[in-house]
T-cell receptor
Framework: DQQVKQNSPSLSVQEGRISILNCDYT??????FLWYKKYPAEGPTFLIS?????DKNEDGRFTVFLNKSAKHLSLHIVPSQPGDSAVYFC????????FGTGTRLTIIP | NAGVTQTPKFQVLKTGQSMTLQCAQD?????MSWYRQDPGMGLRLIHY???????DQGEVPNGYNVSRSTTEDFPLRLLSAAPSQTSVYFC?????????????FGSGTRLTVV
């Protein structure tokens, strides 16, 4: 039973436009939700997180939205840049995390 | 400040061999964990620890042992390697507080079992 799902394996977005990555979860007990970016041959890099008591968190070009009633999490990147091309993982939990399967984002120059 | 250090970066084992993947953190984090990443799948939790002397199983613990004798170190042992354990392994350390949350990954160990 996959508790954290990323239903889009890939996404292509024009440079300068908004990238929206989505994530759904089933466990209402998760305390924190996080987004990670991963380049090939590197470890995941933390991007942004949100506590279950909030519905929005911003950090520069990155905004995470949490809809608890729908059990849905999204990451908005505005404006998208070529360096944003990577695999993005959402994760949920607290001291241990459950990860989605990832979405490969490609920014088209 | 090195963060999370994993060694080795690459390893080839023969079926049945044993080895230990090392993980060390210098951030004084309470929590440490091991994940494996396979093609087309997200990171799956193998084992985790909420403090020195305390470990627990994750989603895919079979074939792996861990121990946590110090806050800094969390080694992962493969007792008898199998080709199904060919994967990229990531160690992470983390903290959770009422106001904040931090989770840092190492750069990974690519293991091939032949």
């Amino acid at each position: 039973d996959q508790q954290v799902k990323q239903n889009s394996p890939s996404l292509s977005v024009q440079e300068g436009r908004i990238s929206i990555l989505n994530c759904d979860y089933t466990n209402s007990m998760f305390d924190y939700f996080l987004w990670y970016k991963k380049y090939p041959a590197e470890g995941p890099t933390f991007l942004i997180s949100i506590s279950s008591i909030k519905d929005k968190n911003e950090d520069g070009r990155f905004t995470v939205f949490l809809n608890k009633s729908a059990k849905h999490l999204s990451l908005h990147i505005v404006p998208s840049q070529p360096g944003d091309s990577a695999v993005y993982f959402c994760a949920a939990g607290s001291e241990k995390l459950t990860f989605g399967t990832g979405t490969r984002l490609t920014i088209i120059p | 400040n090195a963060g999370v250090t994993q060694t080795p970066k690459f390893q080839v084992l023969k079926t049945g061999q044993s080895m230990t993947l090392q993980c060390a953190q210098d951030m004084n984090h309470e929590y440490m964990s091991w994940y494996r990443q396979d093609p087309g799948m997200g990171l799956r939790l193998i084992h985790y620890s909420v403090g020195a002397g305390i470990t627990d199983q994750g989603e895919v613990p079979n074939g792996y042992n861990v121990s946590r004798s110090t806050t800094e170190d969390f080694p992962l042992r493969l007792l008898s390697a199998a080709p199904s354990q060919t994967s990229v392994y990531f160690c992470a350390s983390s903290y959770v507080s009422a106001a904040n949350y931090g989770y840092t990954f190492g750069s990974g160990t690519r293991l091939t079992v032949v």
